[in-house]
């Protein structure tokens, strides 16, 4: 239902509906049973390999689409949008971007020439080998260790948690190459699961994600040949482990917003049938107030999302860790929250497995945890953090300062505004103090006024243009709803930074105190809701 996606244009909207399609007529019927039993369906891998979904970003002339960074996050939120299989959608992902791109990005001619081709076909499944028993994101702790020996290296060593792990043909592996325990000693090989000393140790059962399949890997003793290093050696993590996160932030996040669309349209519907009190419980403002919100965090997230997505495009050679870490916070802890909505709106139903939402609720929480822990992406977004020109010149990147100063001039005289002219006072006041990096609370708290301060921003500047139906009337009423419950999410963070400039944060806690509460907003969305999904049935 492309009601549920506005900001798609043209060829954009025909190629998410093509996948979303797809994934409710080939995916959506069976991943209940899938999901039950822990099954990986290889006909299904097939098929999107014959579509061409397997390769999106990979160029033409290694069997590709020639796709971008926003092509990937379209198509990995249709399937979700479509069928709800986060699992399946998690293999995908795995092997698209962080099993694949890596060898586009740092490997030789010939590595691309040998694999290349099948990746992007499907015949050979893909992943990556980084996380280990006991370490993750601390690149320090990593113990496999690669050892040089004629014509190759001997791997010794495993990893944990391995999407792909049982079924996968090449994985990239990170193994340790000097005795520095830093970064700079970590080195990638191309690993084939087919050369001895390669063992999948233990298939992993999992909370969530039971369509995907998820192992620990060992390697004893495993030749490794030189020709299979992938970049220049001891700097397998810098170059290409850091990149290829940023894109898993973006890419494999987007599924997310898959999820949160299906959450819209299932609880509408859902709300409107259901009866109690001799009339549907979408008549009450409990329900309506968790719905409305769900539909403005979908909408920021997708602003935020396709920002990064559009500017990896557009800048494929630049780093961004702020953006990525901001994307990746954001839209994985409102997942969690719109998951729990949405189970909660359904009410007994939705605890029982035959109702989607109920796998939606397992599934999200990986989000907060694969790719770089909520805590790390604080770390990462606080650390990334280089004075306030530079924060506000990537966020600015965002929009035309034509579109920025009419949309800031809308809201100028508003409680919305004032709230954020005091989140920019305090972004300037604690940024440029060195105490903050010296508690972890600080740092945290600083991570999450400077989410809160660009969701909110990205959202004001998309009030100057409709967006298909999604008029600026309608932007204008869910901003309001976003403001009041998305400050409040992060207040709790911003208010550690009280010792570094009480005033400043004080003066932000008043300002969200001053925001309407949206009520009547929340009844207006309901019935935009409403009359685009519900249709005909409404007045029937």
Request: hydrophobic share 40%.
């Amino acid at each position: 239902m492309l009601f549920l996606n506005p900001y798609l244009e043209s060829e954009d909207k025909d190629f998410y509906n093509t996948v979303k399609e797809f994934a409710k007529d080939r995916a959506l019927p069976t991943v209940e049973q899938r999901d039950e039993d822990c099954t990986w369906d290889s006909e299904l891998w097939k098929e999107m390999g014959s579509m061409g979904l397997l390769g999106i970003p990979l160029p033409e002339q290694y069997g590709g689409q020639g796709g971008t960074c926003f092509q990937c996050c379209l198509a990995q939120e249709a399937f979700n949008a479509g069928s709800l299989d986060s699992g399946f959608g998690l293999s995908w992902g795995a092997h698209m971007i962080i099993g694949t791109l890596p060898i586009l990005f740092q490997g030789t001619e010939a590595q691309k020439q040998k694999y290349l081709p099948k990746l992007a076909s499907g015949e050979w499944i893909a992943g990556l080998g980084l996380t280990e028993p006991d370490s993750g994101s601390d690149a320090a702790g990593m113990r496999t260790f690669a050892e040089k020996t004629e014509g190759g290296f001997i791997l010794n060593g495993s990893k944990m948690f391995i999407t792909n792990g049982p079924i996968g043909q090449i994985f990239i592996v990170m193994a340790r190459t000097t005795k520095s325990r830093g970064p700079m000693g970590v080195s990638a090989f191309i690993v084939e699961s087919h050369r001895k000393g390669f063992h999948v140790s233990k298939v992993l059962k999992k909370l969530g994600h039971n369509t995907s399949t998820t192992a620990e890997l060992s390697f004893e003793d495993m030749f490794i040949p030189d020709e299979n290093l992938l970049g220049p050696l001891n700097s397998g993590f810098l170059r290409i482990g850091k990149a290829t996160l940023e894109w898993e932030r973006t890419v494999l996040l987007a599924a997310l917003m898959g999820g949160m669309e299906n959450a819209v349209e299932s609880c509408i519907q859902y709300a409107w049938q259901r009866q109690q009190f001799g009339k549907p419980i979408l008549s009450f403002f409990a329900m309506k107030e968790k719905i409305a919100r769900i539909w403005a965090y979908l909408c920021a997230s997708r602003r935020v999302i396709y920002f990064v997505a559009r500017k990896k495009d557009s800048e494929p050679d630049v780093s961004l860790p702020m953006e990525s870490s901001i994307v990746k916070l954001f839209a994985s802890e409102v997942s969690e929250e719109v998951a729990s909505d949405a189970v909660q709106i359904h009410g007994g139903m939705g605890y029982m497995r035959e109702v989607h939402v109920s796998r939606l609720y397992r599934d999200v929480k990986l989000g907060t945890i694969g790719g770089g822990t909520s805590e790390v992406q604080r770390s990462i977004i606080s650390a990334s953090y280089g004075g306030y020109d530079k924060f506000k010149n990537i966020i600015e990147s965002a929009a035309s300062e034509e579109v920025r100063n009419h949309s800031e001039q809308k809201i100028q005289a508003t409680p919305i505004g004032n709230l954020m002219r005091c989140l920019d006072v305090l972004i300037q006041s604690v940024g440029d103090n060195p105490e903050r990096k010296k508690r972890q609370a600080l740092e945290f708290g600083f991570a999450d006024l400077l989410t809160l301060t660009t969701i909110l921003k990205l959202s004001v500047w998309d009030l100057t243009q409709n967006s298909n139906h999604y008029k600026t009337s309608d932007k204008e009423r869910d901003l309001d709803i976003l403001a009041y419950y998305l400050t409040a999410r992060y207040i709790r963070g911003i208010a550690y930074l009280k010792e570094l400039d009480e005033t400043a944060v004080t003066d932000v806690i008043q300002a969200f105190g001053n925001l309407n509460a949206p009520e009547k907003q929340i009844e207006d969305c309901i019935e935009f809701l409403k009359e685009g999904i519900l249709g005909s049935a409404v007045s029937a």
